[in-house]
């Protein structure tokens, strides 16, 4: 059967017995009053953090600390306005970065596959040679004695805790992520829990869009809507540089700016590049933050050692010399860093077309670092706050462009 994600806060309700914690976890919704979560956790710090099986909420600004209940029903609030609608508060656990570990459990064929570091948090991946199956002494009875038997208990197929506070031989959980056999859902054992398992992300007609683009073509076309709100797009050339250029905004403090994540790779096509560019277009020229506050679009990737730069760049060119007038009064800027095959004429096409349609940030080839742009995108989008951009007006004033899609038009994107 499949494997299925539970909500952190179920985890946490099913597994905190075994490891002789409290359960004191509270679900929240849009709809939760900060009186509620006061009398629910009275004179304590507060942890809150969207609960839908997401990996990284930390880097993507997905988690705030040491928050009060207003605070947490603030934070609750901008959230649903992104599309998120679960969330899990919990009180502050106090602790030291040195203390918090990783661990994870996987149930094979013959065993339990256990991996451990001393090292965790969200930092993990950069630790992440340091992660091995050995684990300290102490620990083996926590794990194997109580916390195993309670996985398969309740049919847990997959355990990740990360970041995990050790006191002595007690673990303390401070993120659970877990996924449970789906055939078990139905099971006595789970029947009192109610446990209803994480519902697949409700996909946006830009994603849906692009699905069909890749199911259409040999390249690799993805695309994730994570804040239609959000000020910072990324037009992406290999899940690498994926990785390294979000983890990057992040790093940088701009999570919450973080509007997509995807990438295109596998020597597309102009005209796939031209298609897969288009769709996003649309849906950033949806955003309610056009005509209010500027906007930042990454266009990097790697050094690629097949994917013609110039003949993908003649598709983005394409698709955004067709909507330039709206791009330009959305304030948008574009920023690039790329490499590989033509990367000299295609570089040259690009900062032509930038700086002709008034859309140009910056323009660079592998000779600088990878986030670098990010660096810049940072300075551009402080500075046009410093000169006076605005979140008030009415945001149905957005110009949306006029060309079509392969039949599509922005407004079949609403």
Known sequence: MSRVKLYEVDAKRLLFPALNIPFHAYSATSATKAAELAKAFPEENLVVK??????????????KVNVTPREVVSAISEWSKAGWKHFIVEPVV???????HYLALERTRDNWRVSYSEHGGVEIESAWDTVADKIPDDLRSAIYDRLIPALEKYHIVFLEMNPVVIRGSNLFPLDMAAEIDSAA??????????IIPVQDHAHEPSEVAVAALDASTPASLKFRLINPNGRIWMFLSGGGASLVLADEVADQGMGDELANYGEYSGAPTDDDVYAYTKVILFQILKSKIV?????????????ANFTDVKKTFSGLI????????????AKVKIFV?????????????????????????????????????VTEVK????RSLSQGDSSTGDPSNARVGTAKLGGVSPKEFK
Do not use: C, W
Request: net charge negative; charged share 25%.
């Open 50 to 63: 969207i609960d839908q099986g997401v990996k990284k909420r930390g880097k993507q600004g997905l988690v």
């Open 185 to 194: 859902l139905g099971l006595a054992e789970l029947m009192p829990y109610n």
């Open 318 to 329: 394409r698709a955004l010399d067709e909507m330039k007038e709206n791009l330009t009064v």
């Open 94 to 100: 106090e602790h030291a970065t040195v203390a918090e």
């Open 337 to 373: 860093r790329r490499g590989g095959p033509n990367e000299a004429a295609g570089l040259a096409a690009m900062e032509k077309f930038l700086k002709e349609s008034d859309l140009y940030g910056s323009v660079h080839g592998h000779e600088i670092p990878l986030t670098k742009v």
């Open 291 to 303: 005509n209010h506050k500027s906007i930042a679009i990454i266009v990097a990737g790697g050094v």
């Open 379 to 382: 300075e551009y989008l402080g």
